[in-house]
């Protein structure tokens, strides 16, 4: 008896953990600007993919790359959030964090859009 009780509450946690993150999910998408952007740029990368055929290889490459930089604008803002909770005012430390993380960002977003111009320029050239 014990057992099935603390698999159902062992579910329930699963479950509120779920809620939770796509709760997260959705708030960024609908509050923060670069979230914004950023699905609408994966929206157009996925069309031009499906225009261009990719093979399951460049696709595998495309999804971790728009993984990769939604993640870390999602894990920026959080950490900006976080920030400005724990030290509104400027802070020479939390400036420190601030930067990091959105050079996080900018990393993943130069290595990715290196990615697709390795996957979609010779495509493109093609048709030129």
Not at 15 to 27: C, H, L, M, P, R
Not at 34 to 57: A, H
Request: glycine content about 6%; overall charge positive.
């Amino acid at each position: 008896m014990i057992q099935n009780n603390q698999s159902a509450v062992y579910r329930q946690a699963l479950n509120k953990t779920f809620v939770n993150a796509f709760n997260g999910i959705q708030y960024f998408f609908k509050t923060e600007r670069n979230g914004k952007i950023q699905l609408f740029v994966s929206f157009l990368v996925l069309l031009t993919g499906f225009y261009f055929r990719l093979s399951p290889t460049e696709w595998a490459f495309i999804f971790l790359c728009i993984g990769a930089v939604m993640g870390m604008e999602m894990l920026n803002s959080a950490l900006e959030h976080l920030c400005n909770v724990v030290h509104y005012d400027y802070h020479p430390v939390i400036k420190i964090i601030k930067d990091v993380s959105a050079g996080a960002v900018l990393l993943t977003s130069v290595i990715s859009v290196l990615i697709g111009l390795v996957i979609f320029l010779p495509k493109i050239l093609l048709l030129l």
